[in-house]
């Protein structure tokens, strides 16, 4: 079983920055796609940015300008740096490994963004 572990989340006032981490012991990671996606409350979990093995980003016209994903595959890491957060932002924010060429993909157990107006 995959096991990806986020952290980072917090509580944070409107116009803050936070820089969310997930990472993993798993060899697949630098031949998968990574994505954070995010669920708040009452609401479907609707995926906010996407980068490829090979580092090419994409992100939901939401928090494009403001949030940015990167990767590190030595360290098994996939990053997200939440900037000029609104409280619309608040959710709990999950990251998810899809190996290239794969169905299934895996969750990791989600972190809480809270941000205060």
């Known amino acids: 079983q995959v096991q990806l572990v986020e952290s980072g989340g917090g ?3 409107a116009g803050g920055s936070l820089r ?3 990472a993993t012991s ?3 990671f ?3 796609t990574m994505r954070w996606y995010r669920q ?3 609401k479907q979990r609707d995926v906010v940015a996407t980068i490829t093995r090979d580092g ?3 992100y939901a016209d939401s928090v494009k300008g ?3 994903i990167s990767r590190d595959n030595a360290k098994k890491t996939v990053y997200l740096d939440v900037n000029s957060l609104k409280p619309e932002d608040t959710a709990v924010y999950y990251c998810n490994l899809q190996r290239v060429g794969a169905i299934v993909s895996y969750w990791g157990q989600g972190t809480q963004v809270v941000v205060s107006s």
Request: glycine residues 4%.
């Open 66 to 68: 403001r949030f940015a």
């Open 30 to 32: 630098s031949i998968s």
């Open 20 to 22: 969310l981490s997930c």
């Open 26 to 28: 798993e060899s697949i």
């Open 40 to 42: 708040a409350p009452g």
């Open 11 to 13: 509580l944070v006032q």
């Open 56 to 58: 090419s980003t994409n």
